[in-house]
């Protein structure tokens, strides 16, 4: 609202306030259920006192032209005098969402059911929460702030905190992996940087490789820019090579994402073997591999084999770490090692995706990792979460119907469970919601939106009673969908499942 | 590094240890060069005895295989027994960065140069840093962490977090916009909302319109996503209507971006009459308005016309705003009012591109919102700004030769200055690098790199006296300059710019 009060005039201020306003109200420029601004930020914003505001605004009350609500504002009166709503502007027609968003929403509404209070949610993928260090946090942010002032605050360079690199570095030589700060760039998330590597080095049409069950948001990034997927399956040692050497030569792909380390939604992980066979495939094809590495701290028997960049030789692995699975999930950091010559185009599409990353929050972890200690929490998470995942197998044992398979896996943060023929993810998925328990649908995970067969169950979230009372929920639902099925057998009929 | 160890094993540990990096070292695994984990975390890892580890390294040491340097670490010796150093992976041939990197690099650069000591820089674009309120932000912190405690720093949804959304909606009632928190995204940074729209609405070969001058990220997201760009030149009152207006006849563009409030690098404002028949326009040829309202707060005398968005009705303005010019600048929070009908899509980008801007960021700045007061601030940063601004045109009035041309500013963080005919933006740049002074030089606003008569100079970074002693410096660059011209003029010969 800009009123121009003229100070020599001879006319009040406050009748040249109410003036303009009718004016505005009568000519429909604030058509009915406009909120006004509070008489003190109006007062504020022209320079006059609050008294002069409230006189205008009193006189219009007056008029019937504006109506006050105690604790909602005061707003421009409609015509039939009922208390008004405020109105946004009329819109005009805008085309029609593309069906490919789909996918997005469901991950979209299982981070929703993940934050509400009413479900139980196996949906979500994050650690034990009551284990994230919230003091040592906060002991951190005070500390940079205290001591770096504002300058924790200003702005910083798009491939992120010096010091922070450096740490970084220091971290990664404990698993093998030799990154000067210079090649590591600072991410808001591992989401960030797929996302980066999409839209720097895959150009719409292009073709690439993600393995078929994969994380979802690597399907919506790389779906986002347009690229040609290529879906190469997951077994017991990882991705098939042979599928995956067609794929390559058929359609010489600008890139091939894999989860190697406790694979998400699968639970596995690559063999040591089968990682020196896909880096040796990839150098032959002259084609760049995308590890995403966030679960390999995660491990609850020994630790798991190297990550593909520390046994390349031949430069052509990104690296994709984090600390939304260990240490903090809404924080939003996470890093990438990337390949000198590939720096300065990902450092500019970081430029121009959000100019850096948090200063602050890079200062905090920095501080955390350096003064705080990650080992030690580390430690503490990895045995929560191992209890936790065998907790969930005893309970599956226990109240999972015959049928349903699984595999216990030896680290990360996901039970991946193949469902008895007769029963269908999406069916567990409503069934499920519906007495109060989420799970993650299969078809979620795969770029063709097949895997109906498969649910994926996070166990890290909750204790072990309430995964208990989840499970035995669960059970109860697969179960009602056995016998369900089984007295609808003799039809043989396909139960409708919605679109994805 | 993955060393499975056999507990059962006569072999004594420390001995399968040796074996297997022996072996790793001769087979070529371990290069030359590599660095070993120290031997506190590889025994960690292992979960054997710190001594176990350096038993194993010893020896190792002792046969020539390793070397252990005090302070750097242990390394795998090189045949010629010279101190290595760790070696990154050879690299294949990356193809070379298209040279549109170009106008990126500047702002890289310029951004670089803020944060430098060594040069007093007029080129960012940042506020009087003394007065963001650190205390009040830690104070909020604090209080979040230990009200909210793990809440905070948990995923949240992709539109941003509801209380804040809501704080913002009540907010921008002051400013005389009507926005539900629904139709309010939360972004990282005003930055990432125009990339959000770029990548969400317009497609590779789609027409933009841009003011030319314009901020220079905008520039980069459009570029990066492949858009036709379209400049319309800017007078004393906004965008040239006339030129605008063949533009949409003749290319059908896809949106306006304007900065129609102390535009950046301008310093001058849209008239109310301007906005009102852009709106008319934008209207009658159906097209998309992206306002981007970054300065609007720093106002030094009448507060300025509304927003375009409180002015339309017709649904057709994206409006973004955020606190990194008044508040917090390497906080990255930003937020946008988008049309209902084009929510969801944006979301879904927002997800796409990083999930969700980072929790505890936004419960901070909620809180700082709701307990400290922003208003307060905003007066005492209002203040101090005016005051550099007058300090600024004072000192250049004193102290830049006749022929430098420039109007005062009625609120933002920008000079913007016109050069005499003989001098480049470009030879200031360097030269008055070269004198320890940097400016941003006009180019980097110019869709169409043109703009060579033109400086930006930001007068908020700095405290009056060090504004006197960097202007000083840049008049005598520009007197520099100017003679040297004059010598060389029988010549009229043309000074060599660098190539952007």
Redesign the interface.
Known sequence: ??I?LKHESEVPLYLQIKNFLKEQILSG?L?PG?????TR??A???GVARITVQEAYDELIAEGLLSAHVGR?TFVQGPSGEPPL?????????EV?PSR?ST??I??DM??M??SRDILSFA?G?PA??F?P?DG??RA??RV??RE??????????EGLLPLRQSISRYL??V?I???PE?ILI???T??AI?LVA?TLVE?GDAVVLESPTYI?AI??FE?RGAKILAVPVDEEGMCLQTLKLLLIRYRPRLIYTIPTFHSPRGGSMS?ERRRQLLALAREH?VLILEDDAYSELYYQ?????PLR????????IYLGGFSKTL?????IGYMVV????R??L???K???????????QWAVNEFIQREGI?THLRRIRVACRERRDAMARSMERHFPPGVAWTLPQGGLYLWAKLPREVNAFEVFFQGLARGVAIAPGPAFFPDRSGEEYIRLNFSLHPPERIEEGIRKLGETIQFLLERARRARPKLQRVPVPIL
Chains 1, 2 share one sequence.
């Not at 405020?86 to 805008?94: A, D, L």
Request: no cysteine.
């Open positions: 609202m800009y121009e420029s058509p406009s909120r006004l601004p509070s930020s109006l504020q914003r022209l504002g405020p109105t946004p502007p009329s819109e005009p027609p805008w969402s968003l997005r929403a991950l979209r981070l929703r993940a934050a979500a994050v929460p009551e994230f919230v946090l906060r942010i005070n702030l205290r002032g504002v300058s924790a605050l200003q702005y910083d360079v798009p030589v404990d093998g030799v990154a000067t090649t991410t808001s998330g989401q960030q996302d839209r719409p948001g919506d990034a986002a040591l002259a020994e630790s798991p084999p190297p520390a046994l390349d030789t031949s430069g052509y692995v903090f999930a809404g924080l939003r390949p000198h010559g590939l300065e185009r450092m500019y599409a430029q121009t995706a959000d100019l850096h990353t948090s200063s602050l929050i080992h």
